[in-house]
């Protein structure tokens, strides 16, 4: 369907079905149809239990505990994610970092949508594998992460508090899970003080204190240590309304983490059989038999709301599934006695939920078209508004509100049952509208927390609409506001990616060609960087800045005829005399405004697309590194960087696969670099090691970076024994400025043709390494390195070096590609040392 046509009353059907289980979640649950949604949303309206469950990842939560309170219980529930899952490692395809965490973003609200809660974070940043809690709280800043776990408390309201992981001297088994529990207890303790985080009560946010905080552990695990008040809950069941099984729902919650390899669960079913969990007391009044022990959750809890219970009762009773509008007039008389209630966050949150239960029992549906999702700021926006309506109730449609532009666009038409109604309206994106980007990325943050500039958003999963609509109606003299934001049908598309949301672009995009580029110490290079023009009959300049490096020309002017078109311009950029790293930013003048964005699209087949425009730079680094050998074959693994990389070191990159690894075809070949985890990902790797052993062995060079221990589809990692197995956390060094010995000082590896000083250790990123060899042929392999974590072991097998015959076989576990992209030196003289090994 293109934007504008005009929609079928089966899409609309879809998309009420989709708004009504907005009242359990932003991002609502799919069901087969309108009625058994509106039954869930009643019976959640008659609850006014709250439950807040929290950890530390995405993928750390307990998906049939939500979906119990959710959709069995009918509270509101939500999962708090300290993280965004931003420093995980990626199964479904080459992003890391922002990127990663984005697309993870993407994956809890896809849960959301199973399971019926809702999604929170806070501004920390997954970092990576943390062995201790201390470690997590100093990196994210303590008091920064804190206070976003109470603002989340204060706008959510919980009345039980639900961690995935336990404080000490329980353990997580991952610092950042014990640290997301003792963030728990602190603002459990916080919340309800007035005078702790103060800025946000000045905001408008109220103090509140749930009634308990506990860990939730499934039975009989033990408490490592912890003592307190336990009780067991039982989380199994079945959907009252649909049947379902919450273990089936909770599967197909999970199955959203495909960028975690956890797809395979959305197609296993569960039963509706007892699922015994432990409620351990962290803080709070100790509960007897259930984990809302002493909770109100009717509307008794409000002043006067007593007396609401029965009329509730009794419209639940009198709900017609056939006849859903029937129950309206008696919806409206709710409404109106809801407003008499005392001012409260929950009873203002109720009051939409009502909203949309009425909206949904008259079968009307709400939609905004325009024809291109993209839209630079002071365009006009040609929407087309339609609505759709099943009931024969009488609906008038007043008017559109706008509220950006604080206008309003009439119709005051009454609504034909099982017809269409459109308006026409066009307004103005308003020229102040920045370029869309995630709001938790917008500003350059720290290493462990990102820099929100407008603290309301803290906490949400993604950003407001960019041009919110509000369509009025008028029933039985009442009025009612349905939000809504305009969107683009893109045809053809996965289905999670029909609806394209409107979002902000500027008239060009700038990229560079490469995001690092290397140089050596006062040598002179060609930087180019592609214009692409969003619209046609675009000119302007583009300018290249970096602090201590000199660029030719200072400007170049550009002109682009056409919507698409591009033209790549080339810069001389001359590093300084000295080694140093520096950010080559580009920016284009067009008229008056500058523009300094480059455009990424992240587009996975069970995501919305999500569109990235930071600012536009290139990381420039002058080192001074040697290199021996010109062509060098790359097995792409789980997906990395290092061709990219190995390129700017100036070398021949040529992509390999299986079949291509033996003497024959690798003949010519100066080096193999074998990608992350291509032992674990590749079938074609196990048959065609002895083709790249013979290789090595005739005069080759093989690096074989990381792979996980678990599902390795090769039993050899090297021409000598090699295993990885054993237990995975403590074969890693999380800190990334561990000491670093040599233990071979004399190796090539760390003499030729480069020499490696303490300096090249200087300034990792995130960690040193991960998985590393647990056993190896000590008589073939020269472990070059030691390193630990503090208060550990030294561990000897971050790189391991072997001859084979004439030829050298490399197996690292340092994190190559973390540090080459982050344009580490020292990582890339280490690298360089390795692939010119025997040259």
Sequence with gaps: MSAGAPTRPAAHLAALTVGLLALASPAPAEEPGRTPAIVQQLRTFASTGTVLHLAAHPDDENTQLITAMARGRGYRAAYLSITRGDGGQNESGPEFGEKLGLARTQELLAARRHDGG??????????????????????????????????????????????????????????????????????????????????????????????????NSWAGRSTGGLTGPTIEFDIGGADPVTGEPFGTIANQSRGMHKTQGLGIFAARTGGPGPNLQTFLLLAGDPPTTDIMDGVDTTWARFPSGAALIPVIDEIIAQFRPADPAASVPSLLALRSRLDTLPADPLVREKRGD?????????????ESFLPRAEVVPGEKLALRHEVFITATTPVRWIALRYPLNQSESKVRTTLTPGSVTAHASTQFLPATTLPSHPYWLRDEGTAGMFQVATPSLIGAPENPPVFPVEFIFEIDGKVLVIPDQPVQIVAGAPEAQQRRPLAAIPPV???????????????????????TAARAQTAGSLQLEAAGWTIRPSAQSFTLAASGD??????????????????LSASAKIGTVTYGTERFVLSYPHLPVQLLQRPARSQVVALEVQTRGRRVGYLPGAGDSTAESLVQLGYEVVTLSGPDLSPEKLAGFDAVVIGVRAFNDRDDLAANLPGLFAWVEAGGTVIAQYNRPNNLKATALGPYPLSIEGPAPQLRVTDEDAPVTFLAPDHPVLNTPNKITDADFTGWVQERGAYFPSSWDEAKYTAILAMNDPGEAPLKSSLLVAQHGKGWFVYTGLSFFRQLPAGHPGAHRLFANLVSLGR
């Design 118 to 215: 809702r999604q929170f974070f806070t501004r920390a940043i997954d970092y990576g594998y943390s062995k201790s809690p201390e470690e997590a709280l100093r990196i994210w800043d303590h008091a920064a992460a804190l206070g976003d776990v109470v603002r989340v408390i204060r706008q959510f309201r919980p009345d039980v508090i639900i961690t995935r992981f336990p404080i000490p001297p329980g353990s997580g088994g991952h610092g950042q899970h014990t640290a997301s529990a003792m963030l728990a207890v602190e603002a459990f303790n916080l919340a309800g003080d007035p005078t702790a985080y103060p800025e946000q009560i000045a905001e408008g946010l109220l103090p509140w204190s749930p009634k308990r905080l506990g860990w």
């Design 566 to 583: 591009k033209v790549a311009l080339t810069f001389e950029v001359t590093a300084p005399a000295q080694p140093g790293t520096a950010q």
């Design 509 to 531: 995009s700038l990229g560079f060609a490469h995001p690092m580029e290397l140089f050596a110490t006062g040598a002179t290079k060609q930087v180019t960087v592609e214009v």
């Design 354 to 366: 009502l909203d949309r239960i009425i909206q949904a029992c008259l079968g009307l549906t709400v």
